[in-house]
């Protein structure tokens, strides 16, 4: 038996270790590269140093660890049986965030941001959510911490997929329909647009309205933000120490979903760490959807986190703040831009990008799931589909790592709209 | 850093180790105690010899601990934050079945009966599902040994929650809503009471129907019987070692929820064995739901499991094989019998029943989500609230163990029936 793999002490700040500092983030108003103080009426200050720390190594809280424990490590699985099926000599091991409460890899970050904002005396939190994935991880994490939780949720998702949301009220979080009556972002939109069915952009707007006036609320984000990034690196320094622990040396590949990127970012950072001090070669894939491809067809330069320009500006791989994709099942991907710690190591040539059709990763969910029980979120989906091709053209043994950031039992409507044909 | 605790390699069968040997079934027709023949068109080999076997301790086959692999050992966690909410002294530990693939503990027994028909060589199944979870257990593990399923699932089950069918379809699996026109006892309904919601008595019926008809098919069933009891020891096998690692010597009181009784059985056989060897005095309360009390207002007597009497006579607490439960959310749980080894050993003093209505169930269900992150199936909600009562009543430090057999994300409409007071 090997020797068992320890929750992580640090998380990991990739920032602090690249041969080049990332681009600033930079004020939308004056341009300058943001500060600590502009940030304050945003965010909790231990949020804010992170976002701004070139610290390679942070220490992780002991409250924070604590909760970890309840479901960390999580598992890496040899995948014997997915392998077999395709037919493969490669050796793949899946990192599986799905045994989370909440079932995604969401709850890292959103234990984190719940606690520092704790620390602050924070009462209120707002923020947004598409599928809900990122809404009821914070909002089990509001419940662990004594915050009260509002989520602004794009009203497509609200009406059309009530799961999630009745699972944000059950851990004691406020959904609202975004756009929505309360906020002056949701009146103009609905003024203009009474059947939009709103849009993450919009969602983040409102969230961010009302975080802003009300000195005693802050507002949260699951994705995207240096901070959000670094807690998800636990992903990563599990599986690169998980993988040692299996006998193997290293990755040859890495491959996981990226929407805003925490997810790919968390997992892939560990392993560039070993690229970057000389000890592997692994590449690292990000996979996104065909249908919002910011890294394979975006421009990388400024942009906005939101439609309505209240977020500080990104330098990131964009399809423009107002690019709407089309309502694909992967909700969780469907965002304009890229996490630009983890757009600057494309940059860089740490990580590529690759696109994914939504039938082609319902496909190979389909297959995994009846070889490896697990049946992935869609957004995980994508990722499966990547690498099970990339895993079917190698003639020679490699070691392929794929991120399965969360179970899909919440979107099984999806997975038989693709078995009965009628995947939109 | 305590012991890392390794999957079992035997499952323990209590039935060696009782100092009463537990009654025999019964053949349905000539009332003699039933043999290996009799049951043979019914099910595998393997499973047979498991049914009628006296041994204590039983080999898991290699290829059944490999799919155990992939998510087991399951976690045992400590609840502090659900303590401190109680208000308790006790030490509660939470044994969390809801990483297995597909979400509950039924795989345990799903894929060891799926690869013993497996080396029998049938290529079809047939089986009964209410809510689901046996049903998607089953098509997961039938997907993994090549063998076709059909389930028949309740049909107000079938029609009103439909992602547990998806799932059973996404594996591969066949359903149909029973009674269907497939089979005579389904036919013979569908005359008398075209508008019938169905029942789990009914689809047994037509299960077992179809199975003995076709020489290449066998039946499943997903509790109740010794061998399926069997299968799901592995959870207290684990429990009672990890428990040790946490430094705890001994529990003092295992709560589990029961239904067919398999859960309950699989977490406390491997408890009560500490108290048969005189190693422990632990009590175990198996409790169930207050509108189908088997254990607390049942009759112990030989009972048929289905409502044609197509099963075995088995010695049980039963409600009668034509009583009909209120349509709780807690569909696992709705079966008039009680597993008759489970039965035995109420009837020698190792267990006692605890009866829990269904809002006692959801309001402890939404506090230990609102803790611990985990939103526990409506079944396990049972023991839950039984544990939290027991707990909050306790003045001096114990060790609580209670078995948490699922989680609800398929159950969530549910829990926004209970939070909005429309719980039925």
Chains 1, 2 share one sequence.
């Not at 940030?39 to 231990?46: D, E, R, S, V």
């Not at 604590?66 to 490590?73: I, S």
């Not at 203009?192 to 709103?198: A, I, K």
């Not at 740490?350 to 070889?371: C, H, I, L, S, W």
Request: hydrophobic share 40%; proline share 7%; with cysteine.
């Amino acid at each position: 038996m090997s020797e068992p793999v320890n929750i992580p002490t640090h998380w990991y700040n990739i920032a602090g270790d690249l041969p080049v500092a990332p681009p600033p983030h930079l004020h939308p108003g004056t341009k300058e590269p943001i500060t600590a103080d502009d940030l304050a009426p945003l965010f909790a200050k231990g949020l804010i140093e992170q976002e701004l720390s070139t610290e390679t190594n942070i220490e992780i809280p002991e409250p924070i660890r604590d909760v970890y424990r309840n479901y960390r490590t999580t598992p890496l699985i040899r995948a014997h049986a997915f392998e077999k099926a395709l037919g493969t000599p490669a050796r793949i091991y899946v990192k599986y965030e799905g045994v989370s409460p909440v079932g995604s890899h969401k709850v890292n970050s959103a234990v984190a941001q719940a606690y520092y904002n704790s620390i602050d005396g924070v009462k209120r939190l707002t923020t947004e959510t598409g599928a809900g994935q990122w809404g009821s991880a914070l909002s089990f994490a509001c419940a662990k911490f004594g915050i009260d939780l509002e989520v602004w949720q794009v009203r497509a998702s609200y009406e059309s997929k009530p799961y999630r949301r009745f699972l944000i009220e059950t851990y004691g979080g406020t959904v609202h329909a975004s756009p929505s009556e309360l906020t002056d972002a949701g009146r103009q939109v609905l003024a203009d647009y009474p059947d939009t069915p709103g849009s993450l952009g919009i969602a983040v707007s409102e969230a961010v309205e009302v975080a802003v006036k009300d000195p005693a609320a802050r507002y949260t984000l699951g994705s995207v933000l240096n901070h959000v990034v670094l807690h998800q690196t636990v992903i990563g320094l599990e599986a690169v120490a998980q993988l040692r622990a299996a006998g193997e040396e290293n990755a040859d590949v890495v491959f996981g979903c990226a929407g805003g990127g925490s997810n790919l970012a968390g997992l892939a950072f560990p392993f560039i760490r070993e690229v970057l001090h000389e000890r592997a070669a692994t590449r690292v894939v990000a996979v996104e959807p065909a249908a919002c491809p910011s890294i394979t067809r975006g421009e990388y330069r400024y942009d906005h986190g939101d439609i309505a320009g209240l977020t500080p500006l990104l330098k990131m791989h964009t399809l423009g703040q107002d690019f709407i994709p089309d309502p694909i099942h992967a909700g969780g991907l469907r965002y304009h831009g890229m996490a630009p710690l983890l757009s600057h190591t494309v940059e860089l040539g740490y990580v590529e990008g690759k696109a994914v059709p939504q039938t082609d990763a319902f496909a190979a969910a389909v297959q995994f799931a009846r070889t490896e029980g697990i049946v992935p979120a869609p957004e995980s989906a994508h990722a499966i589909a990547a690498a099970a091709e990339y895993a079917k053209g190698l003639t020679e043994p490699e070691v392929v790592v794929i991120g399965l950031s969360g179970h899909g039992q919440l979107d099984l409507p999806a997975y038989h709209a693709y078995l009965s044909g009628n995947l939109d």
